[in-house]
């Protein structure tokens, strides 16, 4: 038998669709009804330093997780962003993404090149998505899971991951319900 204490460490971040408030630490109310920041979660990763978190009436809807990471020039190396381990291991445990976009910007007219080389000199932003549908049902009751990543400064990247879960729809009818009820 599974306790809430497995399902928890299994979920991501530690975190389950509905999860009340409560059991979430160090919540910060954001902007909006349903937006709160914490610098935790259940289950921290490293890679983070700040959680957002979507909590409408029917508990948590979505978590994002926003960190930094280095990025090493590896010229010559030929390294691609399919061996970043962020994304290899978003994909070992939910596949291959639904979709991806990358964002190019100018860089130097090298070969060969690496997304490292790249997006240390402020050049490259990536946006991976996996989405539940007819044919693929992503774990834990999640809708949808994102990856992004893009410069911020010489040698480091913003990384953000955020999962949606099926619940979601239910925070934003509460936000706008607020919204329209403070008016």
């Known amino acids: 038998m599974v306790s809430v204490a497995d399902i928890a460490i299994a979920n991501p971040l530690g975190t389950y669709m509905g999860q009340p408030a409560s059991e979430i630490e160090g919540l910060e109310q954001g902007v909006e009804a349903t937006l709160f920041i914490s610098k935790t979660a259940p289950a921290p990763s490293s890679l983070f330093n700040k959680y957002i978190y979507r909590i ?31 994304l290899s291991s978003l994909e070992n445990k939910y596949g291959q993404p639904t979709s991806s976009d990358e964002y190019l910007g100018w860089y130097d007219d090298k070969s060969p090149f690496s997304f490292e080389d790249e997006l240390s000199r402020n050049n490259l932003s990536f946006w991976y998505t996996w989405e539940s549908d007819l044919t693929r049902s992503l774990p834990f009751n999640l809708k949808s899971i994102s990856f992004s990543t893009s410069p911020k400064v010489q040698g480091l990247a913003h990384i953000n991951i955020s999962y949606e879960y099926k619940n979601s729809d239910s925070c934003k009818t509460s936000e706008t319900k607020t919204a329209i009820d403070n008016l």
């Open 56 to 86: 409408g009436k029917n508990g948590l809807c979505s978590i994002r997780g926003n960190g930094v990471m280095k990025v090493e020039s590896k010229v010559g190396k030929n390294v691609v962003f399919k061996s970043i381990p962020i």
